[in-house]
């Protein structure tokens, strides 16, 4: 199988106030079209992972690969590219600006990428947010609209460059169950019919038993 994602022997030390590690030689991979959950007690260090695999933390041992690119050697705009193009990641809060369009939300990263017009980047947001069946909310300010309209429209942001994989960190941790469900499906229907990976961290068990694997954290270790 294709690997999108790799991590070998992953270090990670907090040095204030005192010296401590909170990740201990982490290996994983995440392959095409495979949806993966991460989970483990609070402090765990799941969410220290999720952020060095994400490129957002760079301060780690190790080495760090996407699509086979090794990128821990790369620099801070060089990262930012990357994260830009090839992640998409979604949170527990939406971050959505409220002054802002649903639509116009959606365009964000596409316009930051640069590469396409804007005809084109408008097209494209219209398209992730009918695949997550939203598109009639498109010119409804992001305030006016559901939590979990909100949700669905911070997965089509986190799509909308048509990114590798889709990394979330607790996507569900402020929906009903309903809304849970509907993510998890979303999510899954990624996975399964556009090829795309995933992996999310979360505390929600139920999720978790439904994703194709589960990676088990605990006092900073992969344990199964």
């Known amino acids: 199988m294709e690997k999108i994602l790799e991590a070998k022997n992953i270090n990670k030390f907090f040095l204030l106030p005192d010296k401590f590690q909170v990740l201990k030689d982490i290996s994983l991979s995440v392959t095409k079209g495979e949806f993966v959950s991460i989970m483990g007690k609070s402090g765990c260090g799941k969410s220290t992972l999720l952020y060095i695999l994400s490129t957002m933390d760079t301060d780690y041992e190790g080495e760090l690969f996407i699509n086979n690119e090794l990128l821990s050697t790369h620099g801070a705009d060089e990262l930012a590219r990357i994260r830009n193009e090839e992640i998409g990641f979604v949170f527990q809060f939406h ?5 802002f369009t649903v639509l116009e939300n959606v365009m964000l990263p596409a316009k930051k990428l640069g590469r396409k017009s804007f005809k084109e980047i408008e097209h494209d947001a219209y398209e992730k947010l009918k695949l997550l069946g939203i598109e ?9 609209i559901s939590g979990g309209q909100k949700q669905r429209v911070a997965i089509a942001r986190a799509l909308i460059n048509n990114p ?6 607790e996507p569900t941790g402020n929906l009903d169950t309903k809304n849970s469900n509907n993510v998890f499906s979303i999510f899954q ?25 589960i990676i088990m954290m605990e006092d900073g270790r992969i344990i199964e």
């Open 95 to 99: 971050y959505l600006l409220a002054e």
């Open 136 to 144: 009639d909310q498109a010119l409804k300010l992001s305030s006016r």
């Open 189 to 213: 229907e990624l996975s399964h019919e556009q090829d795309l990976s995933l992996l999310v961290v979360t505390h929600d068990d139920d999720f978790a038993n439904r994703t194709d694997r």
């Open 164 to 169: 590798v994989i889709i990394m979330g960190d």
